[in-house]
């Protein structure tokens, strides 16, 4: 089957859970279906909300986590019957950059090309540690900490 011809599947299953870890498993078969291997990026939609991530093998069996924030924003908890879609999520990760701190980069060209270069889950921690800030104050600081990190060509 060609890329372009898979369709997304849908199946019904129960919301695992295991101490604090909630994940949904995924059937030998819907991975077939996939058709991108063992470990697929893939889109989840569940109770309506979408959100992207990737099928991880544990002990034999597939599984996609369903972190605390999703679960928030169903209304979900394990043991809960649900109806998953997956579709093979194609298209590049993106980070949505703050527009201060963007501005921020755009001073310094190797700052946004340091940036620019970094994994999505780095974007995302450095993004997200500046989004987490209580004030203008602490928030300005994350900034300016991170683009002298860019600038030094340190990632963290």
Do not use: W
């Amino acid at each position: 089957m060609m890329p372009d011809e898979r369709e997304a599947v849908t199946f019904e299953t129960t919301l695992t859970s295991s101490g604090n870890n909630t994940g949904i498993s995924v059937p030998h078969d819907v991975i077939e279906q996939l058709g991108r291997g063992q470990r697929p990026p893939v889109l989840v939609t569940v109770n309506g909300y979408e959100y992207r991530s990737t099928v991880a093998v544990m002990g034999g069996q597939h599984l996609i986590g369903v972190s605390a924030a999703v679960r928030a924003a169903t209304g979900l908890k394990g043991g809960d019957p649900i109806a998953v879609t997956l579709k093979v999520a194609d298209s590049p990760r993106e980070v949505d950059v703050p527009a201060d701190f963007a501005t921020a980069m755009e001073h310094s060209v190797a700052a946004r090309e340091f940036f620019d270069g970094l994994s999505n889950s780095l974007q995302r921690h450095h993004v997200d540690t500046i989004n987490a800030a209580k004030s203008p104050e602490t928030r300005q600081r994350r900034i300016d900490k991170a683009v002298a990190l860019f600038v030094a060509g340190r990632q963290r």
